[in-house]
């Protein structure tokens, strides 16, 4: 799982490199292959991950903005 900002740069970094080689994409016994997949998941995982936390992070600026306007 990819728990930082930082960790997340680098693994894209790392996907950049795997995907110069046609063979790691096409290729499931090239060495890389797995690496780049696994890799993959991860990467979207973490961006589904940051998604959904800015839609709770809007919806609840938005309920605060609503409550303050009542009270």
């Given at each position: 799982?990819i728990?930082?900002?930082?960790e997340?740069k680098?693994?894209?970094?790392?996907?950049?490199?795997l995907l110069?080689?046609?063979?790691n994409i096409?290729n499931t016994?090239?060495p890389d292959y797995?690496?780049l997949?696994l890799?993959?998941?991860?990467v979207?995982?973490?961006?589904?991950a940051e998604?959904?936390?800015?839609t709770?992070?809007?919806?609840?600026?938005?309920?605060?903005?609503c409550?303050?306007k009542l009270?």
């Open positions: 799982m728990q930082t900002e930082k997340y680098a693994i894209l970094h790392r996907i950049e490199k110069q080689n046609p063979d096409e016994e090239a797995i690496e997949n890799s993959s998941d991860l979207a995982d973490y961006e589904r998604e959904h936390y800015s709770i992070l809007y919806l609840c600026n938005k309920l605060k903005a409550t303050n009270t």
